[in-house]
């Protein structure tokens, strides 16, 4: 079953309406950040891929990313509850719970602007090269495994 198209202004008016449904005091049904750094963490992807923020992995990592972690990033099965995560992404400070909803709405609206032709064939900052459908799961699958995470 194919995931929602990120991409199309629906789905993605949709998911930004779930992220204003949040407050800071929105409490987790499991794990340990709370809901502004769920939005920090969410914006880290994002990061990746319109920023230089974040340090490269190096050949041999990127090798086992590849190899290992793709597949269970980019397809449309859900992730996990309580499921590992990449350094970069664990968030453990403080952060601006508006700020960071900001943010994050602003890298939904710019992906979707861009659209999904922007996004086929680009290399991701871990896995390589990526379709447009890749793209669309990693973006999508994971906010929606946030979002569901909060309630909303």
């Known amino acids: 079953m ?48 319109f920023e230089d923020k974040h340090p490269k992995p190096g050949v041999v990592m990127r090798f086992i990313l590849k190899t290992f972690v793709k597949k269970g990033v980019v397809n449309e099965a859900p992730y996990p509850h309580n499921s590992q995560t990449a350094p970069q992404f664990i968030i453990t400070d403080s952060k601006d719970f508006e700020k960071e909803k900001q943010r994050l709405i602003g890298y939904i609206a710019k992906a979707q602007g861009l659209g999904e032709a922007h996004f086929d064939g680009l290399a ?29």
């Open 2 to 49: 194919a995931l929602p198209n990120i991409f199309t202004r629906p789905v993605a008016d949709a998911v930004i309406g779930r992220i204003n449904q949040l407050t800071p005091a929105t409490s987790p049904k499991w794990g340990k950040m709370n809901a502004a750094q769920m939005l920090a963490h969410c914006n880290v992807t994002y990061e990746m891929a």
């Open 124 to 152: 991701s900052h871990s896995f390589g090269a990526l379709t447009k459908t890749e793209w669309n799961n990693m973006f999508y699958k994971h906010l929606d495994h946030h979002l569901t995470q909060f309630g909303v």
